[in-house]
């Protein structure tokens, strides 16, 4: 058996047995399936890894040949990743975003952070389970939820504590130790949630950081893939490896001067020092006493390590606008099953809804709500005066009369948000949540540093800053489960 203790491990401790010969990457990939056969699949039963990559220990072995020869592509090399289930693999694994009208595509083509892990040396380990269509089926639908993956649950309470949505799995098995790190994607709160609730860093990019290219889309204004780890630094490595202009991805094209490939040289354990951090307060009536608790808690902490707290800059109930996603979904997905292998027979949000209808006992547990209303009550061109009103209205109270407002008339470097707020995904500015301790009921509650456009850097100084003085996180407790 390995000596190697995984439980915890961060990708630089992995990094470093594998240099010393400890462990090699195909070691830690078959360690790795080992415990998602022992958690996800028996045992407490998860339930957050839908699909394995059968070429998973072949690449694993490819790259230790490589280390061998003395070639390393970088800081995750051989590390074993996992990838949420609506982003293209062209491989043996396939893509659905958890709806079994997909179960069987393959897609044609790796999207474009694929391509980036893959140069990197990331070994992809499998597929992580996830909300049904990121979330966008039906209303009432559970966090974690989808017809071909089942309920994904909560380490921390399976079968009591909701894992969050709608990376839900990515979240969980992060958490659990079933890989190094994970991708997921957000519309809104979609990483950011599930992180909060499963005790992990979640990072919400810049809209266009990361391209959109080859993941199955909710929206053009609000999707971004973006990194899930146990800890800040990982997060930062995921993040560096991803981030890159792509030419089929116009939201790409304006990150050139911002983009960076070595996010952990911005880590510093004093970067809160004389840091003005204003507090938004705006969801705080939704928390529990014990939520409120912990938000104290972590704004004394930051004080203590040097921050300047500003009260009274919250931010506004921007409300991810439901008509803003109705209109641009169909539209979106539409362009998406087009690109679909010729032979396969979904072609349309249509398709789906009559996939759905035709299979209703294994497909309609929640129903399909909201693929009707887009199907029916939206054009599909986005021409509607409701939705550019609101698409406009949305950018201007998220952005100039929210984040960069509260910014500028208060000299912060960045704003402090409790749990999980939306003027981020909204304005398509980054968000950063980091764990920040435990309720009562076990259920774990992270806080989210935001800023403004391409501030990742200083986001992450902020969030590194907090984890090293907080160090929050604990691992689930195997043995009580």
Known sequence: MPTFQLEEATI?????????????????????????????????????????NPDAIFIAERLDAERRQGKLRGPLHGIPILLKDNIDTADNMHTSAGTLALADSFALEDAFLVKKLRAAGAVLLGKANMTELANFMTAGMPGGYSSRGGQVLNPYGPGKLQPGGSSSGSGAAVS?????????????????????????????PTLGLISRNG???????????????????DAAI????MVGEDPADEATRRC??????????FLDK???????????????????????????????IMREAGAVIVEQTDLPHVGSNSSVLMFEFKSALNRYLARLAPHYPIRSLKDIIDFNNRHHEQTLKYGQTLLLRA????SGTMTESTYINDRLQDWRRSREEGIDRLLHEHRLDALLCPGVTDAAAVSGYPSIIVPAGYREDGMPFGVAFTGAAYSEPALLRFAYAFEQASKRRKPPAWGRL
Request: aromatic residues 6%.
């Open 375 to 378: 199907q029916y009550e939206t």
């Open 215 to 233: 993941i199955i889309p909710i929206t053009y204004t609000q999707d971004t893939a973006g990194p899930m780890a146990r800890t800040v630094q």
């Open 176 to 204: 659990a130790n079933l890989c190094a790190a994970s991708v997921g994607t957000e519309t809104s709160g979609s990483i950011l949630n599930p992180a909060c609730r499963n005790s992990v860093v979640g990072i919400k």
């Open 270 to 300: 004093d970067g809160l020092r004389g840091a003005r951090i204003g507090i938004n307060r705006g969801y705080e009536a939704n928390f529990t006493e014990g939520e409120k608790q912990l938000i104290s808690e972590a704004i004394e």
């Open 238 to 241: 995921l993040l560096g490896a």
């Open 256 to 265: 050139g001067e911002w983009e960076c490939t070595d996010y952990t040289k």
């Open 12 to 52: 630089k401790n992995m990094q470093d047995a594998m240099a010393s010969g400890e462990v090699t990457s195909r070691g830690l990939t078959a360690i790795y399936l080992e415990r998602i056969a022992q958690s996800d699949k028996s045992g407490p039963v998860l339930n957050a890894v839908l699909e394995i």
